[in-house]
């Protein structure tokens, strides 16, 4: 029999059982093995002992029965034994995820396999095996999740430790818990179809460890299959974060975070850096670094390694990073404008550059990007501050430390204002700016202001409307762009003064006069410039003062055309149109206009100058009860040349004739030149003079003008006569004063009138009334006005002159032969009172002689009075001057101030004290009824001997204006002292004007002052004016603040 069996061999599939035997012929012996699972049996024979069994299920359990068997087919005893196949292994193992403390494996149960034990062991240095170094995990069933925890393990290494189901509902269970039947875990993709996976997390592990799971598949009687095995490292610690604190173009300053809980002090950091060109390591102890030695603008590659205290090295960080460049150098303001800043800087390690740009240190800041080292900054604004900031670019975004520097552009500035044009109301201008940018707006000021809306403009030129003529306009401009106010600019212009208008013309023979109007509101300020030409002759020019609307141009050419030009003028450069006229002067009269009768010829020889300037010929009239015209030739050759006619027509020898020649020239004629050629003696008058005493020794004689009908008179004689003729014979004209009183004649010339003028006859001449001074012992012509004596009888008449002729060799008294003389009856005679000095003395003689020295008094009192023209020397000796205090030069300013105030208080007190000095003084010519009239106040009066006597022309009055010398530096004559002329003094102001030779006159009052008049105005304002013979024209006038300056011309014709 056989005994002692045993399965020496299981596999999935095979089985190989051994047993023994006593019989010693045994292995001639067939034995009988009988398989018996699943209630089925299968006989098989083997010929010898350890024949392998194949073709079983894994993981089955089998029955086998061994009978032996002889030749003979004897079968011995049987024997059994019960053997489990083994399970197939797993396959599949892998690792599905791994961290620094846990790990997950999975794998794939084949058919059969009922459980799965794992085997968990830390391979590691000798040093770091322990009792806990290796764990078992059974009871793994396919299809299962499981979670353990080391710390579970070690206390409990044989306890299943499921975590939970992931295929149930995922939830946790703490370590002993046992995990719910029939949970399946997910399928897994890798297993294939009829096997199932199981996952196992373990969790607890040490970082950096090596780990070696081992898997046993089991039946389910517990026979376990062949191992797989998988080793595994869990992960490092892992450095992370590494970030860049700081960085600059040498140095870099590093930090970054440890991905495990255990102290960062644990662990050892070994920093690689590879640059471009060099390489080295650091090893520091905490987590952050400063990294020397750098090169600018370089990148570099720097990895961190953690290493724990047992040599363990984690997961590396790792970082590219650039260092910075270096800052520019040298960053400076290159060239500045209104709109643009050139910038420049030195670099040595960048190729680019990005500069941001600050609106006045304010606002969104702009940036530009150059690959230069220069740079224009366009599109600022004009007068703004701007703040550069540039920084050096490098490679992949970096760039370096930034500089800095301030600029302001220059403010906008217009310049070249002009204007273009201008007319009486607009105004266009034009001007130019410091840039040519599009955007600007130019603000204009005008002053004084305008109603125009045109003040605002985007353009360099702008019109002006709604103007006045003639104003100064004041026209500020401002640029202007985004708001910002430039640098402003002005200019002052005028408009154009309106033309003239309303322009009168009057002239003479070289001369016209001129005025005009202009009502613009500014013409008070306009001067005028006038233009004189004529087609020969060249132009003369005129400018008048400020405001005067007149003018007179001199030293034009008789009879001739001319065209006056008017132009306003504003500011003595800005002229408006010009107004033109056309005018001619007046012909030149003829000069030595003479006529020759032919003798006892019916015919007059009529001869004269050419007279200067222009003419076409001349009208000469012929008077002889009726008129004749005639026009001769104009004058054929240059001015003096004589020019000759006869005159035949209408001539006798019953009446006197007269002859006028005109010259006619342009448009115009000149005044009549009159000439009586049959002249002869003046018909007598009717009546005789009348004669009035005036005095013991004076008389005064008044008569008519004689008729001119046969001629003009030319000059008149008064004729004294204490005899008892009717009338003189022209004998006596030989006859003077002394020889009056020397006896040789009773008859005698006293006074001598002469005529001035030639008048063309027209009938009668008119009559005027002459007064005569007879005893004023004046002098004319030879002639001496002596004082009559008293108690004499003395008649008068006149002789009246067509023609006088004086005899030179008798002392220059009239040839009465050769003169056209007639004589008017004497007068009746008047008798002459005593010498009231005589009488006087004849009186006081006879009553006492003590009134003898009374007497002598005044009969100096009356020769005093009997002073007349003779003291043509002004005496001040009577008027004993008060003696004034003595100022010192050095004190005269104080003493002055001090006078000067209170309105003067001071200098009326010392007036008060010399209003009455001299006062006795006679005025016996102002207190004349004659005079009374030409005094402008009955107590402000000229003193005989120191008034002003003016030529005596037809009556003796004629001398006297109130007026008085005032002695000056030079003589006792230098100034006169007048009164404000009256209405009826204005021709005696004029001619003491002329015949004093005044050059400057001072006018020291108003015309009107506080109502009343105190001066007539006594000059022209506009036009020349005639006073009498004297003509007077204003020239200019400057009106100022304080005064007015007027200059005259004046003409005695």
């Known amino acids: 029999p056989v005994f002692d069996i045993k399965a020496v061999s299981i596999s999935p599939t095979n089985v190989i059982p051994t047993w023994k035997e006593n019989d010693t012929a045994g292995s001639e012996n067939v034995y009988g093995i009988k398989n018996e699972v699943d209630n089925e049996s299968s006989i098989l024979f083997a010929s010898k002992k350890n024949d392998s069994i194949t073709d079983l299920n894994p993981a089955a359990s089998y029955t086998f029965s061994v009978t032996p068997e002889v030749v003979d087919r004897t079968q011995g005893e049987t024997m059994v034994i019960n053997v489990t196949t083994e399970p197939n292994p797993v396959s599949g193992l892998h690792v599905t995820f791994m961290g620094m403390t846990e790990v997950a494996l999975t794998w794939c149960n084949e058919h059969g396999t009922a459980n799965c034990r794992m085997l968990f062991e830390h391979i590691g240095s000798q040093e770091d095996l322990t009792q806990d170094s290796a764990f078992n995990i059974s009871v793994l069933k396919p299809g299962t999740q499981y979670w353990f925890t080391l710390s ?50 373990l969790v607890g592990l040490k970082p950096g460890t090596l780990y070696k799971a081992t898997i046993y598949s089991q039946a389910a009687d517990g026979t376990e299959g062949q191992p797989q095995v998988i080793e595994f490292r869990t992960n490092s610690s892992q450095v992370l974060g590494i970030r860049v604190v700081s960085i600059n173009a040498t140095s870099m300053n590093l930090t970054w975070e440890i991905s495990d809980n255990v102290s960062s002090s644990d662990y050892t950091y070994q920093i690689q850096v590879v640059g471009e060109t060099r390489s080295f390591n650091l090893t520091a102890h905490v987590t952050h670094v400063v990294i020397p030695g750098l090169t600018s603008s370089t990148l570099y590659n720097i990895t961190v390694y953690p290493l724990q205290d047992g040599g363990s090295e984690g997961s590396p960080g790792f970082l590219q990073a650039y260092t910075r460049i270096v800052p520019v150098s040298d960053f400076r303001v290159t060239s500045v404008s209104t709109t643009e800043i050139g910038l420049a800087w030195s670099s040595s390690d960048s190729d680019s550059f990005k500069i941001f740009i600050k609106w006045d240190g304010a606002g969104e800041p702009q940036n530009e990007t150059t690959t230069n080292h220069t740079i224009i900054i366009g599109g600022l604004y004009p007068g703004t501050k701007y703040h550069f900031e540039i920084f050096p670019q490098g490679p992949n975004g970096t760039q370096g430390p930034p500089q800095t520097v301030e600029g302001q552009t220059e403010s906008s500035t217009v310049f070249d204002i002009r204007v273009v044009r201008a007319t009486t109301t607009e105004m266009e201008l034009e001007w130019q700016s410091t840039d040519n940018a599009s955007q600007y707006t130019y603000h204009l000021d005008i002053q004084p202001e305008v109603s125009s809306d045109e003040t605002v403009t985007h353009h360099k030129a702008i019109t002006l409307t709604g103007l006045m003529p003639g104003t100064l306009y004041n026209i500020t401009i401002t640029p202007e762009i985004d708001g910002v106010r430039g640098n402003s600019s002005f200019i002052a212009a005028y408009t154009w003064p309106s033309s003239v208008s309303n322009i009168k013309i009057n002239t003479n023979t070289t001369a016209a006069a001129f005025s005009w109007q202009n009502f613009d509101n500014a013409s008070s300020t306009y001067t005028y410039r006038l233009l004189v030409g004529g087609n020969h002759s060249s132009s003369k020019e005129e400018i008048t003062a400020v405001g005067i609307t007149s003018a007179v141009v001199a030293d034009l050419k008789p009879g001739s055309s001319y065209t006056v030009e008017i132009f306003a003028q504003v500011g003595n450069v800005t002229e408006g149109e010009s107004r033109s006229e056309l005018f001619c002067t007046d012909a030149a009269p003829v000069v030595g206009f003479q006529c020759k009768p032919v003798p006892k010829e019916p015919t007059l020889v009529l001869t004269w100058a050419c007279p200067p300037g222009a003419n076409t010929g001349f009208q000469l009239e012929v008077s002889s009860g009726a008129y004749n015209v005639t026009c001769p030739e104009n004058c054929p050759l240059e001015n003096g040349t004589n020019c000759m006619a006869n005159v035949t027509r209408f001539l006798n020898f019953v009446h006197s004739l007269s002859v006028c020649l005109s010259v006619d020239a342009c448009v115009l004629m000149s005044g009549d030149n009159v000439l009586f050629c049959f002249v002869s003696d003046p018909p007598r008058p009717d009546e005789s003079p009348s004669i009035t005493p005036v005095s013991h020794n004076s008389i005064k004689v008044n008569f008519g003008g004689f008729k001119d009908s046969h001629g003009p008179i030319k000059a008149y004689a008064i004729i004294l006569t204490t005899g008892q003729a009717k009338h003189p014979l022209p004998d006596v004209l030989k006859y003077t004063y002394k020889d009056f009183k020397n006896g040789t004649s009773d008859t005698y010339v006293t006074y001598l009138i002469t005529a001035d003028k030639e008048r063309c006859p027209q009938g009668f001449s008119e009559v005027l009334k002459h007064e005569i001074d007879v005893g004023n012992e004046a002098k004319t012509c030879g002639y001496f006005n002596g004082k009559l004596t008293p108690l004499g009888s003395y008649r008068a008449s006149v002789a009246g002159f067509t023609h006088v002729v004086f005899n030179p060799h008798n002392y220059g008294l009239i040839d009465g032969t050769q003169s056209y003389v007639s004589f008017s009856d004497y007068s009746k005679a008047v008798s002459l009172p005593q010498d009231p000095g005589v009488i006087c003395g004849a009186v006081f003689g006879c009553i006492f002689g003590a009134l003898v020295i009374v007497a002598a008094g005044g009969f100096v009192f009356w020769r005093k009075r009997r002073k007349d023209a003779k003291n043509n020397e002004v005496s001040f000796s009577q008027i004993i001057p008060k003696k004034s205090k003595l100022i010192k030069v050095e004190n005269f300013e104080a003493y002055f101030k001090k006078q000067q105030a209170d309105s003067n208080c001071g200098f009326a007190e010392e007036y008060e004290d010399l209003k009455l000095v001299g006062i006795s003084q006679p005025k016996y010519a102002a207190e004349l009824a004659e005079n009374r009239g030409k005094n402008r106040y ?98 200019s006038e400057i009106v100022l603040p304080e005064w007015t300056i007027r200059d005259f011309t004046i003409k005695n014709v």
């Open 152 to 201: 579970s393990l070690i206390s409990d290494e044989t306890q299943e430790d499921p975590k939970g189901d992931v295929g149930a509902n995922n939830t946790e269970r703490s370590p002993g818990e046992k995990p719910p039947q029939n949970h399946t875990a997910p399928a897994d993709s890798s297993c294939h179809q009829g096997s199932q996976g199981t996952e196992v997390h």
């Open 938 to 1035: 009955n107590n402000v009066l000229p003193y005989d001997a120191s008034r002003v006597k003016l030529s005596v022309q037809t009556h003796s009055t004629d001398d006297y204006i109130n007026a008085n010398y005032m002695p000056g530096y030079h003589s006792k004559k230098d100034f006169i002292a007048t009164q404000g002329p009256l209405p009826n003094t204005l021709k005696d102001f004029w001619r003491m004007v002329w015949e004093k030779n005044v050059y400057a006159i001072v006018m020291l009052t108003k015309c009107v002052e506080q109502g009343r008049t105190k001066c007539e105005e006594y000059w022209p304002s506009k036009q020349a004016q005639d006073y009498g013979d004297i003509t007077v024209a204003m020239t």
